[in-house]
């Protein structure tokens, strides 16, 4: 049994009305997409789960979008916590292989996820550039990930990590897309084995092939 050291009582300042509100917002947020899709849930909503009027609401976050946002980067931290050191200790695959089971035990921000998927590709959207900026963030972390890996010995260096990470994001996000409606599909099996094949191509050099439709 180890001693426990004891540390004198640290006073805490008081949390002031506005913040102790936007956290109770951002939790309703997130509260309402766990059992909502992301086209019936809206500022109305919130105001009723986090038990505020909803112009104390507007007034804390005046852009919807906004606020979806808000609740994304503070479920996704929360969900990262402790993925994100696997990513060094254990390499980029192991890293999106514990996203998964984060996924597995709460398919809630997965869903979302998907959901605004759409928004990104859609021209002209408000959320548009900076869901695709939050996109082309994730895959540079995989992309530098792999080349880490690649450095370190646990990927070979047949592997360029550039196209490793758009084949192992895709793999990712496709499994995961097909559990959404194949809900009897073992989400983390699919992707060991789908990974495992994926690394034996990278141990082999490939000479690129261009195909076509006619076979020529």
Known sequence: MHDQITSPPVAHRPVDLGTEQRIRIVDAVIAA???????????????????LPRGTVT???????GLVMAAVDRWNAERMRDVVPLLASHGAARFLRGIVEENVRDPS???????????????????????????????RVVRDGL???????????????????EQLIALYEGLQLQ??????????????????????????????????????
């Open 147 to 165: 080349a880490f890996d690649v450095e370190v010995g646990r990927e070979p260096a047949t592997m360029d990590p550039t196209r490793g990470a």
């Open 33 to 51: 997409f766990r059992v909502r899709a992301f086209h019936e849930t809206d500022v109305d909503v919130v105001a009723e789960l986090a038990g």
């Open 109 to 139: 921000l997965m869903r979302l996820l998907t959901s605004l998927l759409n928004v990104a590709a859609t021209p002209g959207h408000p959320m548009a550039a900076t869901m695709q900026h939050e996109w082309g963030k994730f895959h």
């Open 59 to 65: 007034g804390h976050f005046p852009s919807w979008d």
């Open 179 to 216: 559990s959404m409606v194949r809900p009897q599909m073992d989400l983390l099996a699919a992707y060991d084995r789908a990974v495992t094949r994926l690394r034996v191509g990278w141990s082999h050099r490939y000479e690129e092939q261009v195909w076509s439709l006619d076979g020529a």
